[in-house]
């Protein structure tokens, strides 16, 4: 069985004995975790973490290594109905407090800037993900713009190849598949493509936030180290 060492700032270690004929030869996994939002007007807002996993292996030339294959998996979900963006940050940095090696991705599309600026004046580092029509993503810092068709096409493509999965024991896990199912193709009046959610009653909030950690995991953490801290905070 392949030993690891784990370190604290989320990197995942091969050990190959302190033989000095690895120097060079070795690489840095990794155990993540990408943490999506989607605040909520009149619906509860959702929260949705993904724990991103990739691991060195030998390659079986000597001491060299790769990294192997990489697997994102929805571990946690929930929802929750606060009214005060003071009241919704506190809850989140509770949250938070309980992950490890995290990023975190939040809708900041209309209302959602001010919660942004909530989270920043606390010290919360995150992406500030404001969804638009067409098809491009841009990035200036913290502050994405990301076409809504792009955001909810990642995730569909990270599930259709099974690099995005589902945790077995997920609570909810049904709920979240059925949100996930609602988006379906419709036609604008200029006759251009777009996925919207779909059917009466469906609100899809974890769907998106699922969208927004997995558009962090494949498009916005660049890790290379290190944890996202929460300034200020007690």
Not at 106 to 125: H, K, V
Request: one cysteine or more; glycine letters at 10%.
């Amino acid at each position: 069985m392949t030993e690891y060492q784990h370190l604290l700032d989320g990197r995942v270690v091969l050990p190959s004995n302190a033989d000095p004929a690895a120097v060079g030869m070795t690489v840095n996994g990794w155990v993540r975790h990408h943490v999506g939002m989607d605040l909520g007007r009149n619906d509860p807002s959702a929260i949705v973490a993904i724990r991103d996993e990739c691991f060195p292996q030998f390659t079986g030339r000597g001491f060299e290594q790769e990294l192997g294959e990489r697997r994102c998996t929805v571990v946690f979900q929930e929802t929750v109905q606060l009214y005060s963006y003071t009241d919704l940050a506190d809850f989140l940095v509770r949250r938070l407090s309980q992950i490890p090696n995290w990023s975190l991705a939040i809708d900041a599309s209309g209302l959602g800037a001010p919660f942004s600026s909530t989270l920043d004046n606390a010290g919360i580092e995150h992406f500030a993900v404001v969804m638009t029509a067409g098809t491009s993503l841009s990035r200036k810092g913290k502050d994405v713009t990301c076409a809504k068709t792009l955001l909810l096409e990642n995730m569909a493509v990270g599930l259709e190849t099974g690099v995005l999965t589902i945790a077995h024991d997920l609570d909810g896990k049904q709920d979240l598949l059925n949100e996930i199912a609602s988006f379906e193709l419709a036609s604008t009046s200029a006759g251009n493509l777009v996925l919207q959610g779909g059917g009466r009653g469906h609100h899809a909030d974890r769907a998106i936030a699922t969208a927004l950690a997995y558009l962090s995991a494949t498009h916005l953490d660049t890790y290379q180290g290190g944890e996202h801290r929460l300034l200020g905070w007690a």
